[in-house]
């Protein structure tokens, strides 16, 4: 066609000049050619093979470990010792052997020195050898063979971690011992612990020939020939023909035929026999392999017990992750077999008289058998197989570790010659890290010195954390206020991936490089805040020891108002407030209340106090002390009473008196000053702690008679929760949602401030059970809210959960039932308040509303109320007949105000006096009692007095009795 040959003209010029442009490309080797087919491909799919292209020469490619690697590791390590100026990590290296250092140092893969294509493939810890190692993205792999190499370098992407750490595969052990060492005792035992299973490799080989033997064989199982020969000869006693069953269990047993499978198992059972790698491969595959047991994990007990069995695990790749070999000694399992000897002796004092009759009936016959085995003779004998025996299975046992040692795998030895708990417990320690630290498994964790640390954060080598100078495992534990950082409290960094982490000790470091992903995945520590707490107390009761630990531990500046004052005096002696506490001083006179807080006011604008806290030492002591700190506000959030008495005061200062830390200088302790010091605090404190606990709820009182010890963890727990409340607060104000106001240091007038919709009542009540609920019997805020910048006090815990779990239904425009109008509310009365309101009457003539409706109504249920517990609802007066009663009211008074009363009512229970009863009546109320008890003690005493009758010593006994007891 005329219109394709120009398309064929053009194509055959470009042609002509890309095989001349392509020899010229070629010929640089910073350019590659990349051939794309455009046939049948849309424009996105050629984009997309070209992006391809384009990204191949830059993606990451791995290579076989070689010498310059190697050397270039060296000189890694060499510069790494020479940056190093803390001789800690050095000293510890230098104790280990060289080459294990350098292991220990070494960058490894994302499965750590496990072969990745084992455990991609096979989901197999088996551990790399060095000497097949590969370095990829500047880590290290070892790998199990040559072939899993080029698999890996063929797509290594394919077998390294991207978004998340590699899962490991569940804890697979292989319990080793001889027979007798009580491996199956603590294999069960483990396997409930942890969950796993429990394969007994013999027990499953006797399964496989149980269908046809019908019976366990074995060493074990080898039943003795002379309990057949007694029931012989009991048969033949007895005058019975003898049975032909042993006869035929013979013949069957001998009709079986077993397949040379079979056979092979039956040799290794009676024989211990190494099974064949054709049958192992039908039986021990699937444990690794299949499920339940690829993905539940399980302890092998009792293989591999050869060396070729172990060779076998080793050449298959079924690698368990640790061999836990329980070690006795000769003695202990000829023991047990002496214990076993001596079970049967009761067989045989059980079968004497039997063995006289014999001797009595066949004397003949027995002088023709042969002489029997004698017992001592019998024990050595069976010593000497128990012997033989243990001496072959150790051997194995031997052989198999030196197997397992080749390809890397973890031993244990545990003494088995100690009580079977002891020896259950030692496997359980050496197999609980490899369970709990399973998340961590392929991690790596490598401990620097912190100068090199800041060196390589200060270069961008490697990124701070995300917990920055925090410690992970501390904050784990709880911990809130943000350690100090200064030459007492010493920083021991470790690197993981590509982040620095600082730990308080080499304890929490320790556990930190066990688990890693437990610490790092917890939440970040929220936001330092300036902690302002202070301490008061008795002399000697610990104040500034306290004072001073929180100062070297986290940081915090502590003042007693000497150093407020001496902290003016030093940076701003020109000031007004400076030269007032100047002309003071230098006159001798006490610097007044007024000045004191003035000057720690200004001490609380220092950097550290604003950033990082204060603790006041000693301070407040007197009540307008406090209204001075309240004026100036400054509010501790946390007031610290240390409670101590006078003897305690003065134990203690006897004993600082013999201490050799005394000061050069002389120091006001004598017995009369702290006499006056501590009068002097204990006329004070009552005031100062009854204002802090009815106003600001932030008082605690600590028994400062304990160890120091003890009261540093008290006060620094008190404090750890204030901050920690505080912290949520701020967090959930931020973000909009409910947050809990106790401990929050807030007065009742900024509360009644702030109060919302609902005033002190419940909304929560309110809106599920539409009760009425009042706060205000109590003025604590513990479980109170803020929503909204509004306060709501709430009647429980559970109430409180559910307001901060979903304000917005309990409060307005969502709320489903807004409060009562005021004139609307039930008022409490007191009785005072009930008689003020004469000659107004009580509704339901006075009887109890609650009771009435609560008894449904009923004539019974009409009980009169008591002027004590009453209330005022909608301008009408109600009387209850307790104080149960009368809250039920006031929850629901809608439901119990406007009740009718029946037409018959019990009659009026008006008071009679008891002189305007007649005669009968008046001796009934008075003396019937009295006189009931002496005519019982009459009856039962009888008494006669002398010279007078029967009758008269009675009636003279009642007389007596009744004056005794009525006047």
């Known amino acids: 066609m005329p219109e394709m040959e120009a398309t064929k003209g053009k194509i055959d010029l470009f042609m002509n000049d890309w095989q001349t442009m392509e020899s010229e490309i070629k010929q640089t080797p910073l350019v590659q050619v990349a051939d794309l087919e455009i046939a049948e491909q849309t424009p996105e799919s050629l984009l997309s093979q070209i992006i391809l292209a384009m990204e191949e020469p830059f993606k990451y490619r791995g290579w076989e470990l070689s010498n310059e690697d190697l050397d270039e590791e060296a000189e890694d390590l060499a510069a790494e010792a020479e940056a190093v100026e803390d001789n800690e990590a050095e000293e510890e290296e230098n104790e280990e052997d060289e080459e294990k250092a350098k292991e220990k140092k070494r960058r490894m893969g994302d499965t750590k020195h496990f072969c990745p294509v084992s455990l991609k493939e096979d989901y197999v810890l088996y551990p790399g050898l060095p000497e097949h190692a590969v370095k990829y993205q500047e880590k290290i792999y070892y790998f199990s063979n040559p072939e899993y190499i080029d698999q890996f370098l063929k797509n290594p992407e394919e077998y390294v971690a991207h978004n998340e750490p590699l899962q490991a595969p569940p804890l697979r052990v292989c319990l080793l011992g001889v027979h007798g060492a009580g491996k199956t005792a603590c294999a069960r035992w483990l396997a409930d612990k942890f969950g796993i299973f429990h394969i007994q490799f013999k027990e499953y080989l006797q399964e496989l020939l149980l269908p046809k033997t019908k019976e366990k064989i074995g060493l074990d199982f080898v039943e003795e020939p002379e309990e057949d020969d007694y029931e012989i000869q009991l048969q033949e006693l007895q005058g019975l023909p003898q049975t032909t069953t042993e006869t035929e269990d013979e013949e069957s047993k001998q009709e079986v035929e077993f397949t040379d499978e079979e056979e092979a198992i039956k040799a290794s059972l009676m024989d211990a026999q190494p099974l064949p790698p054709e049958i192992l491969d039908n039986i021990v595959p699937d444990w690794w392999k299949k499920e339940p047991f690829r993905s539940t994990g399980f302890i092998l007990d009792g ?26 000694e000769e003695s202990d399992d000829l023991e047990d077999g002496e214990n076993d000897e001596g079970s049967e002796e009761e067989d045989e004092t ?20 042969p002489e029997e ?11 000497n197989e128990i012997l033989e025996r243990f001496e072959s299975e150790r051997g194995g046992i031997e052989g198999v570790q030196e197997e397992l040692e080749k390809i890397s795998i973890p031993l244990a030895e545990i003494n088995g010659s100690r009580k079977l708990r002891i020896v259950r417990y030692q496997v359980y320690c050496k197999l609980n890290p490899l369970v709990e630290n399973r998340r961590s498994i392929f991690e790596k964790c490598y401990p620097i010195s912190l100068p090199l640390a800041q060196k390589m954060l200060v270069f961008s080598y490697k990124f701070p954390s995300s917990f920055g100078q925090w410690d992970p495992v501390k904050l784990k534990e709880g911990e809130i206020i943000k350690p100090a950082q200064n030459y007492e409290n010493t920083l021991f960094p470790v690197i993981h991936r590509q982040y620095v982490y600082f730990f308080s000790s080499k304890k929490n470091r320790e556990i930190f490089m066990n688990d890693p992903i437990k610490y790092i995945c917890q939440p970040k520590p929220k936001p330092p805040l300036p902690v302002k707490i202070a301490i008061v107390g008795p002399p000697k009761s610990g104040k500034t020891t306290v004072a001073k630990k929180f100062e070297s531990a986290y940081g915090l500046r502590r003042l007693s108002m000497g ?14 407030l400076g030269l007032q506490l100047n002309w003071h001083l230098h006159r001798g006179l006490t610097v007044p209340d007024e000045l004191a807080i003035q000057a720690l006011d200004v001490a609380l604008l220092d950097q550290v106090c604003s950033t990082t806290g204060v603790v006041i030492d000693g301070y407040p002591v007197t009540k307008k002390q406090v209204n001075l700190l309240e004026s100036a506000r400054i509010i501790p959030v946390k007031i610290i009473e240390l409670e101590m008495d006078a003897k305690e ?3 203690r200062a006897l004993l600082d008196k013999e201490s050799t830390d ?8 004598s017995p009369q000053i702290l006499a006056i010091k501590n009068s002097y605090y204990r006329q004070h404190i009552d005031a100062i702690r009854t204002y802090y606990n009815k106003e600001r709820q932030n008082w605690c009182v600590i028994d400062a008679s304990q160890s120091k010890w003890w009261i540093w963890d008290k006060v620094l727990q008190e404090v750890q929760g204030i901050v920690k409340e505080i912290q949520i607060y701020l967090e959930r104000v931020r973000e909009g949602k409910a947050a809990s106001i106790a401990d929050l240091c807030i007065t009742p007038e900024e509360l009644q401030y702030r109060l919302g919709e609902f005033e002190q009542y419940c909304p929560v009540s309110l809106a599920d059970k539409g009760e009425l609920v009042d706060c205000s019997v109590t003025s604590s805020l513990q479980f109170a809210a803020e929503f909204r910048a509004h306060y709501y006090k709430m009647a429980s815990q559970e109430e409180l959960d ?3 779990n979903r304000p917005e239904i309990y409060v307005p425009p969502l709320a489903p039932r807004p409060l009562p109008p005021q004139n609307k509310l039930p008022q409490k009365l007191t009785a005072a308040e009930v008689k003020a309101l004469f000659p107004k009457s009580a509704e339901m003539q006075g009887y109890c509303p609650v009771t009435y409706l609560d008894g449904k109504q009923r004539y019974e249920s009409l009980v009169p109320g008591n002027n004590e517990y009453a209330a005022k609802y909608q301008d009408k007066l109600y009387v209850f007949e307790s104080e149960e009663k009368l809250l039920k009211f006031m929850r629901l008074p809608e439901k119990y105000w406007n009740l009718k009363l029946p037409n018959k009512l019990p009659p009026v229970r008006e008071p009679i006096l008891l002189t305007a009863l007649p005669m009968a009546g008046y001796l009934e109320q008075g003396v019937a009692t009295s006189l009931i008890k002496a005519l019982n003690e009459v009856g039962c005493l009888k008494p006669k007095f002398p010279f007078l009758s029967v009758r008269r010593t009675a009636l003279l006994f009642v007389a007596c009795h009744l004056k005794a007891q009525l006047f």
């Not at 085995?373 to 010593?383: F, K, L, S, V």
């Not at 005394?662 to 302790?669: A, N």
């Open 303 to 328: 293989f591999p017990r050869t060396p070729d069995e172990a060779q076998y695990l080793s050449e298959q790749g079924l690698c368990p992750d640790i061999a836990i070999y329980i070690r006795i």
């Open 350 to 369: 059980a079968n004497e008289d039997i063995e006289a009759i014999l001797e009595e009936e066949f004397f003949e016959e027995e002088e023709e058998e």
């Open 373 to 383: 085995e004698q017992e001592a003779d019998a024990i050595e004998r069976m010593q």
């Open 563 to 576: 150093d407020a004052i001496r902290f003016v005096l030093n940076n701003q002696p020109e000031s007004e």
């Open 649 to 651: 005061v003065f134990r």
């Open 662 to 669: 005394r000061p050069s200088y002389p120091v006001h302790d």
């Open 802 to 804: 559910k307001f901060l």
